[in-house]
Nanobody, 124 residues
């Protein structure tokens, strides 16, 4: 069993930065691939970024490439999402997620555990 708790969301102006954190409970955190999804009002939850168990492999949705960076610290049971050059269209609730492998953690049906979400609002 893994419990995920996100933090770091908030209100930021266009062009600003935020760093989201996701703290995981359980001793098996390092065995999971991790990802971030987001959901804007009226939209479906969409994949944002993923990272494999070691941190050596990452993937991003095209719209955030070059602006967002996913990373993890297995010693701290934490995964991060550094978000730079934020745009109004990045406004959403951001969810941390855990899955069995990099191959499935980018899809909603491949997620084993979800966090409760943290709101990110980018104002213009």
């Amino acid at each position: 069993q893994v419990q995920l708790v996100e933090s770091g969301g908030g209100l930021v102006q266009v062009g600003g930065s935020l760093r989201l954190s996701c703290a995981a409970s359980g001793r098996t955190f390092s065995s999971y691939a991790m990802s971030w999804f987001r959901q804007a009002p009226g939209n479906q939850r969409e994949f944002v970024a993923a990272i494999n168990w070691s941190g050596g492999n990452t993937g991003y949705v095209e719209s955030v490439k070059g602006r967002f960076t996913i990373s993890r610290d297995n010693a701290k049971n934490t995964v991060y999402l550094q978000m730079n050059s934020l745009k109004p269209e990045d406004t959403a609730v951001y969810y941390c997620a855990a899955g069995s492998s990099m191959r499935v953690v980018g899809t909603k049906h491949g997620i084993d555990y979800w966090g409760q979400g943290t709101q990110v609002t980018v104002s213009s």
